[in-house]
């Protein structure tokens, strides 16, 4: 029902910054919670951030909290991550989901749609 597709990912120097998009199909994207997940290779998926559908309700994990800002436009069918201060621990593979929920289930898993990710490299 949802197809979405990442973009944005790439290279960056630690301290760093780069902005992830996910274009979401269809007409229902008000519809969906969305959110941002990471799985950096031989570690467990983890939830990073999550946004409400009227994009009012923010949610971040405590190891991005005060660098990482989430925000969606709904006329536009995407959700965006603004990842500033990077640093190497932050590279990973980062999956935007969506949930039929009005706030995004804050887990690493459980969500009804995943993107196919993006690989965001943080040298040092």
């Known amino acids: 029902q949802v197809q979405l597709v990442e973009s944005g990912g790439g290279l960056v120097q630690a301290g760093g910054s780069l902005r992830l998009s996910c274009a979401a199909s269809g007409r229902t994207f008000g519809n969906y919670a969305m959110g941002w997940i990471r799985q950096a290779p031989g570690k467990e998926r983890e939830f990073v951030a999550g946004?409400?559908?009227?994009?009012?309700?923010?949610y971040y994990a405590d190891f991005v909290k005060g660098r990482f800002t989430i925000s969606r436009d709904n006329a536009k069918n995407t959700v965006y991550l603004q990842m500033n201060s990077l640093k190497p621990e932050d590279t990973a593979v980062y999956s935007c989901?969506?949930?039929?929920?009005?706030?995004?289930?804050?887990?690493?898993?459980?969500?009804?749609?995943w993107g196919q990710g993006t690989q965001v490299t943080v040298s040092s």
């Open positions: 989901v969506a949930d039929s929920t009005t706030v995004p289930r804050r887990a690493p898993g459980g969500h009804d749609y």
């Open positions: 946004i409400g559908r009227a994009g009012i309700s923010k």
